[in-house]
């Protein structure tokens, strides 16, 4: 699977994002990640087919990620950004039929199967 992502960009703290990431085709399992520059990669959110969703707790309340599988599409929603968000986001995917919960501890740890080049966001004050 190829993933582009894209939507990436400079915002004030408190702006808003919308990040997209193309598939080449569908997967089951769709979340994003990020890392920052000297720190470790964090699951960020992710979603199956079956509904289920998953996010970490800094976003919870602040980023939504949703998924249009006509559109081969997966987004991801960020309001009220704050500085702690700037890094590269990248998308990542997987044919497994599980729950998205296990897509995030896979992007947390030995990373998900499939991921794109990412895209940088940067928050300031």
């Known amino acids: 699977v190829h993933l582009v992502e894209s939507g990436g960009g400079s915002v004030q703290v408190g702006g808003s994002l919308t990040l997209s990431c193309v598939a080449s085709e569908n997967a089951f399992l769709m979340g994003w990640f990020r890392q ?3 720190k470790e990669r964090e699951g960020v959110a992710a979603i199956g087919d079956d509904g289920s969703v998953s996010y970490a707790d800094f976003v919870k309340d602040r ?3 949703s998924k249009d599988n006509a559109k081969r599409t997966l987004y991801l929603q960020m309001n009220n950004l704050k500085p702690e968000d700037t890094g590269m986001y990248y998308c990542a995917a997987e044919g497994t039929r599980l729950k998205a919960a296990y897509l995030m501890r896979r992007m947390e740890s030995d990373g998900a199967d ?3 080049q990412g ?3 940067t928050v300031s004050s």
């Open 119 to 121: 895209t940088q966001v």
């Open 63 to 65: 980023f939504k990620i």
């Open 114 to 116: 499939y991921s794109g």
């Open 36 to 38: 920052a520059p000297g």
